[in-house]
């Protein structure tokens, strides 16, 4: 089955700088990639998500970028705010359910 | 538009006790529904989904149990509490596999 692995564990970054969060996937099948946020007590919320029939997939200050040959996706926030502290969740197509990374927290400080 | 509804939000049990969480969406039909538990700190650990009434998959074996006896309806359950089944219980949906999940609020369970 699908296994996705995710990394950094945490992420620290100054308001402005920009965050990147990868992820890697293990079934050459999978054709769907969600990116959530979840912030702190809260539910996690769809922020974006990519197709294997595109690359890359840009909403104002997110962006996903895919690399089907090579089984990774990554998450790129540019501008970062304080606002965007939370914890992120890459996940990938399983059969019938998604399968989820362990998470990156991303702390952006003033 | 489709919404997804769960409660309770906040629950204390002591250990031992039964547990019935229940979980509705409205605005769809035939949805993929899930549940998931999430421990303080840590990732999503899916425990059951189902594809249909009365189609249960179970992901962790474990002492608890789901429900569809609904369409829209998804009910975890427990006839016996542990301390280790404390978590943020989270249900979601989705049109099929390979679409959106959409959360629910969750329900923060503590087991004293």
């Known amino acids: 089955g699908e296994n996705v692995e995710q990394h950094p564990s945490t992420l620290s970054v100054q308001e402005g700088d920009s965050a990147v969060i990868k992820c890697t996937y293990s079934?050459?099948?999978?054709?769907?990639f969600p990116w959530y946020k979840q912030e702190l007590g809260k539910r996690p919320q769809l922020i974006i998500d990519?197709?294997?029939?595109?690359g890359e997939k840009k909403d104002q200050r997110i962006a996903v970028t895919l690399n089907k040959t090579a089984k990774h996706f990554s998450l790129h926030i540019t501008e970062t705010q304080p606002e965007d502290s939370a914890v992120y969740f890459c996940?990938?197509?399983?059969?019938?359910?998604?399968?989820f990374g362990t998470g990156t927290r991303l702390l952006v400080s003033p | 538009s489709q919404t997804i509804h769960q409660w309770p939000a906040t629950l204390v049990q002591p250990v031992g006790s039964p547990l019935s969480l229940e979980c509705t969406v409205e605005?769809?039909?035939?949805?993929?529904l899930y549940w998931y538990r999430q421990a303080a700190g840590r990732g999503l650990q899916l425990l059951f989904y189902?594809?249909?009434?009365?189609?249960i998959s179970s992901e962790v074996p474990q002492n608890l149990s789901a429900s569809r006896p609904q369409d829209r309806q998804f009910i975890l359950s427990s006839k016996k509490l542990l301390l280790s089944d404390s978590g943020f219980y989270l249900c979601?949906?989705?049109?099929?596999?390979?679409?959106?999940?959409?959360f629910g609020d969750g329900t923060r369970l503590s087991i004293l």
């Open positions: 979601a949906w989705s049109s099929e596999g390979s679409q959106p999940q959409h």
């Open positions: 079934d050459s099948a999978s054709n769907y």
């Open positions: 990519i197709r294997s029939n595109v």
């Open positions: 996940a990938a197509e399983g059969f019938q359910k998604l399968v």
């Open positions: 605005g769809t039909s035939n949805p993929n």
């Open positions: 189902s594809v249909g009434i009365g189609q």
